[in-house]
C-alpha cells in the first residue's frame, strides 16, 4: 500500500476518535453549566453529622441571589428547600408562612428559614429564635464561599465549611475537604472614618449613640476607643504612646443601630466604657444592593 493511502487512513481514523469523544463528553459539561444555579461544580457540599452530605448543586435548582436563595438542595432525608415560592413540597401555602424563606441582606449575611418533611426548620441566624447560646448565622464571604452553622432541632448543626470552628478541619483523612460555594460574592465597597478626641474633662461614661441621615441601603455600625490618655495609651498618667483600642459591642466588633435610633450601651459594655476621660468613635459604612448610606450628624451622648 502506498505511504499516501496510510496516511489517509489514519486520519480518518483520527478523526472518528476525536468525534466519538466529543460526543460523550459534551453532556458532562452541560449539566454543570446549568444557568438555573449558580452554586460551584465542585465546592457544593454542607456537612450534618447525622444526615450527612447536603448538596447544594445536584439539583441544578439553588441560586443565590442579592435578596434570598431560591431552590433546594438534596439529602438523604429529602430536599431541603430555601425559599416557599421555588418549593416542590411546601407544607403549606406562603402566604402562611411569611417568613419561610432564607434572606440576604445584600452583604452577605443570611437569614431566615428553610425546611425539611422529615426534620423540619432549619434556622440560619440565631437572633431570628432568640437562643444564641451559641451565635450562629450562615454567612458568605467575600469570593463566595459559605461560612458557618445554621441549626435544627432534630439534627443540630449544619456545617457550611470545614474550616468553620469546632470542625475537625480541611485536611483528611482526620478532616473532610467539604465548602460550599456560590458564584455571588457581597459588595466590597465600604469605608471608614475615625473621629477626633472628645475631651469629657473628666472620668465619664457613653450612654448611647445616634446617628441622622439617610439609610438609603447598605449599613452603619460603631466601634468606639477610651482611654484616660489623649493619646490613647493605657498607663496614666506617664502615658507613654499608645494607640487606640476600637471594640463594639461585648467587647466584641460593632455596635449596630438604625437611623434617628438610639444604640443602647448594655450594662456589660458600660463596664469597659466608664471611668475614662477621653473618647473617640469609628464609623463603618457598608454599601447595600441599591446605594450608600448618607450620615449628616453622629450624637455621642455621655455622663459625668
Keep these: 500500500m502506498k505511504i499516501w493511502k496510510i496516511i489517509f487512513w489514519l486520519i480518518i481514523f483520527l478523526v472518528v476518535i476525536f468525534a466519538i469523544l466529543l460526543i460523550f463528553s459534551s453532556p458532562k459539561a452541560k449539566a454543570d453549566l446549568n444557568p438555573n444555579t449558580n452554586v460551584d461544580s465542585v465546592e457544593r457540599y454542607a456537612w450534618n453529622n447525622i444526615v450527612g452530605w447536603i448538596d447544594f448543586h445536584g439539583t441544578h435548582t439553588v441560586k443565590v441571589e442579592t435578596d434570598k436563595l431560591t431552590g433546594y438542595a438534596s439529602s438523604d432525608v429529602g430536599d431541603i428547600e430555601l425559599d416557599c415560592a421555588t ?67 432534630v439534627i443540630g448543626w449544619i456545617s457550611f465549611n470545614c474550616a468553620n470552628p469546632g ?98 450601651i448594655s450594662a456589660q459594655d458600660r463596664a469597659w466604657l466608664k471611668n475614662n476621660r477621653y473618647l473617640r468613635y469609628k464609623v463603618f459604612l457598608a454599601v447595600g444592593p441599591a446605594d450608600s448610606p448618607i450620615i449628616t450628624d453622629i450624637i455621642l451622648n455621655w455622663s459625668r
Design 167 to 264: 470542625t475537625n478541619g480541611c485536611n483528611p483523612p482526620s478532616g473532610s475537604n467539604y465548602k460550599v460555594k456560590a458564584n455571588w460574592q457581597p459588595p466590597a465597597n465600604s469605608g471608614s472614618l475615625e473621629s477626633s478626641i472628645f475631651d469629657m474633662t473628666v472620668q465619664g461614661i457613653l450612654n448611647s449613640i445616634i446617628w441622622q441621615g439617610e439609610p438609603r441601603g447598605g449599613s452603619v455600625r460603631f466601634q468606639i476607643a477610651v482611654s484616660n490618655c489623649g493619646n490613647g495609651a493605657t498607663n496614666p498618667p506617664t502615658c507613654n504612646v499608645g494607640s487606640w483600642i476600637y471594640k463594639g459591642t461585648n467587647g466584641g466588633e460593632y455596635f449596630d443601630g438604625l437611623n434617628n435610633q438610639s444604640i443602647p
Design 87 to 153: 418549593s416542590p413540597t411546601p407544607p403549606a401555602d406562603c402566604a402562611s408562612f411569611p417568613g419561610w424563606q432564607v434572606t440576604n441582606d445584600g452583604n452577605g449575611n443570611l437569614s431566615g428559614w428553610a425546611w425539611n418533611n422529615a426534620i423540619g426548620w432549619i434556622s440560619f441566624d440565631c437572633t431570628q429564635t432568640n437562643n444564641c447560646f451559641f451565635p450562629y448565622r450562615v454567612t458568605i464571604d467575600q469570593n463566595g464561599y459559605f461560612q458557618n452553622y445554621a441549626w435544627n432541632n
